[in-house]
């Protein structure tokens, strides 16, 4: 007979791996050609527009700055039940990303020309 702790191990380990492959991706052309043509990032919004926007950021940023933006978090209704996720305005905006858990930082346009780093959390070995 399993001990109890057996159990409530092998019981987390497969409520964790079905959470982690029930996070489904940002669309893109090939999985919603209806809806994005190639290049588009959003519905319409092409990748370069959302390059464009962010070197405007680092134009606009001071000599040896760093603006950070973090995507929005998730919010609560009560306990464990989340509000539909709505993504941060200004990060959607530079970033056309509606992922949760990642965050930008850009460098001013005197480093480098602005640099854009985007950290999202690890991926699923699975």
Known sequence: MASNSSLLKRATQRLWSRARTAVPGQPTSASHPELLAEG???????????????????EALPAGSLAIIPAASTSYMAGLIPYPYRQDADFRY????????????????SARGGAYRLFVPGGNPQ
Not at 42 to 51: D, H, M, N, P
Not at 94 to 109: H, M, P, R
């Open 40 to 58: 588009d990032l959003t519905a319409g919004v092409r990748g370069a527009e959302y390059a464009a926007r962010r070197q405007r950021l680092a």
């Open 94 to 109: 530079l970033t056309g990303i509606n992922q949760e858990g990642v965050a930008v930082i850009e460098s001013s346009a």
